[in-house]
């Protein structure tokens, strides 16, 4: 749904991810235990309420502008049951959005999981809690072991997307209509559908997608604000045809504009010797191997017999150190050039993750953020 001017204006107001800033910067993962690392060093996140809290905090004085949520009912096994101890999203983002003022907090929605009547009115509730700081993350749901918890089956990959597809129109058509109306469609029968208030923000709260196959692309490009694209290698050159394909796609199929937004991993240290031991000893050293091979087989598993050896390696080496994000390595220069290097391509904004997740956040308060106002990024 393209909006006009007035709506777009409308959003900017309230909604950070709508700001002018070049680099737009956000939290990823800070609802689940060891947030998005596979490792069982003793820092790793511990998703209880205070460091939850104080996560938030931190980012919202640096006026990021998102927190975005991992949608996660079970663990991935492995040494640390990764993810295993979770918070439901949208009790999360009512929760931070309560305690925070500058922020754009997400539900990262599973709709399989959740009637759109019901989803449309929290995500208004947290809407208004926030004064228009909301933003839902749409995921069709691919772990089965989750799914199988709602006493459902994985849906077959595009189904679950016109699943989804209609279960955003009935949320739009929630947010948007005055009165009741009916909705009789192919998996949803609304009869006398009706929604007050309204959210705060016009026409309704930004939606996030993270669609990679064609019919992903496509969904992301026709309902979206933001596609989030996980890099599938490091080559920038590559991933700035994924970001200007997105763009392309969602202008000329649908006439809108959407963010193009991704994931790093950040370790900084005063030199990049140390910093690169740093990785090592958090990835190779203390990394949750086997946790990681159980993601990677989640979807349908077979993929290390697919792959080479060495690229296999790659992949689960990046898989550990933040769940294949760009990486940040280096010194406070050197992230700061990688962010840059990342905006450069077309970025528009960028996840940030950190395996020591509270110390790497008050280094990157104290040192980074200046250079990346100085730098003209922030």
Known sequence: MALDPKQE??????????????????????????????????ERFDPTWPN???????????????????????GFGGAT????????????????GALTENSCVLATSHVPTM????????????????????ALNVVCGWFRNEMQLFGGTL????????????????????????????HIGKYFEIKGGFHEPKPIQQPFPAIMNA?????????????????????????????????DEYRRLAREEYGREIQVWSSAYVVQRDTEKEAQEYLNYYVVEKGDREGAANLLNAGGGGIKDRMNAPDYEELLFHIMAGWRGFPLVGTRDQVVDGL????????????LVWADYESGMRQFKAETLPALIQAGLR
Not at 63 to 71: D, K, L, Q
Not at 340 to 351: A, K, P, R, V, Y
């Open 155 to 182: 849906m077959e990959h595009d189904e679950a997307y016109d699943y989804a597809a209609e279960w955003l129109e009935v949320m739009i058509k929630l947010w948007t209509i005055d009165g009741e109306f009916d």
């Open 115 to 134: 009637h759109p009547v019901m989803a449309a009115k929290q995500a208004t509730t947290i809407d208004h809690i926030t004064n228009g700081r909301f």
């Open 211 to 243: 669609g990679k196959s064609d019919k992903g692309r496509n969904f992301a490009a026709k309902y979206c604000d933001m596609a989030f694209i996980i890099p599938q290698n490091y080559d920038l050159d590559d991933n700035r045809q994924v970001i």
């Open 340 to 351: 840059q290097d990342l905006s450069d391509i077309g970025l528009d904004g960028c996840l």
């Open 9 to 42: 204006e409308l959003r900017r107001a309230t909604n950070p991810l709508f700001n002018d800033r070049k680099m737009k910067l956000g939290t990823f993962g800070t609802n689940v235990s060891n947030a998005v690392s596979f490792t069982t060093i003793d």
């Open 52 to 74: 939850t809290r104080a996560l938030a905090l931190l980012a919202d004085e640096m006026e990021f502008e998102a927190m975005v949520p991992v949608a996660r009912w079970k």
């Open 81 to 96: 049951n990764m993810n295993g101890t979770n918070f439901e999203v949208y009790t999360w983002a009512a929760g931070l």
